[in-house]
């Protein structure tokens, strides 16, 4: 990517240093999950349609995806289209994803993906590395009344 042309990124947006706070405000104090993944990461492949199974059956789970891998727009596209996840909250990295930006994120964290960070209602954090436990991931972001 030249810097100066950006392809038509749709619903993606970009995902840069000093965003991981807006990310985390904008849930205001509700439960969210943030999904790192990569589109060369083989278990991302598998896990990504499971995700879009989990927000259709949970439309009101609050889920960011942040794709970490420098690859085009359109792969970014077609991949989260094969997973139903066209118009869920998405965003790619779109700085290189080096040790600062990832610090921002969870100090502790090396960057492996799938990496899926939890806040739940009491603002308590968790980090996941690997495929997630849905129906632990429902009990967690589905506020019963």
């Given at each position: 990517?030249?810097?100066?042309?950006?392809?038509?990124?749709?619903?993606?947006?970009?995902?840069?240093?000093?965003?991981?706070?807006?990310?985390?405000?904008?849930?205001?104090?509700?439960?969210?999950?943030?999904?790192?993944?990569?589109?060369?990461?083989?278990?991302?492949?598998?896990?990504?349609?499971?995700?879009?199974?989990?927000?259709?059956?949970n439309?009101?789970?609050?889920v960011?995806?942040?794709?970490?891998?420098?690859?085009?727009?359109?792969?970014?596209?077609?991949?989260?289209?094969?997973?139903?996840?066209?118009?869920?909250d998405?965003?790619?990295?779109?700085?290189?994803?080096?040790?600062?930006?990832?610090?921002?994120?969870?100090?502790k964290?090396?960057?492996?993906?799938?990496?899926?960070?939890?806040?739940?209602?009491?603002?308590?954090?968790?980090?996941?590395?690997?495929?997630?436990?849905?129906?632990?991931?429902?009990?967690?972001?589905?506020?019963?009344?």
């Amino acid at each position: 990517m030249t810097g100066l042309v950006f392809a038509d990124t749709g619903s993606l947006k970009p995902f840069q240093a000093g965003d991981w706070k807006s990310i985390i405000k904008a849930a205001n104090g509700g439960p969210l999950a943030i999904n790192f993944w990569g589109v060369t990461c083989p278990s991302c492949v598998k896990e990504l349609p499971q995700w879009g199974g989990f927000l259709k059956r949970n439309p009101t789970a609050k889920v960011i995806f942040i794709q970490v891998d420098d690859v085009s727009i359109e792969s970014i596209k077609k991949m989260l289209s094969k997973a139903d996840l066209g118009n869920a909250d998405n965003y790619y990295v779109a700085v290189p994803f080096d040790e600062r930006l990832r610090y921002e994120i969870d100090p502790k964290w090396h960057g492996e993906t799938p990496t899926t960070i939890v806040i739940d209602k009491n603002g308590k954090v968790t980090r996941k590395t690997g495929l997630v436990d849905f129906q632990q991931l429902q009990n967690t972001l589905i506020v019963k009344p």
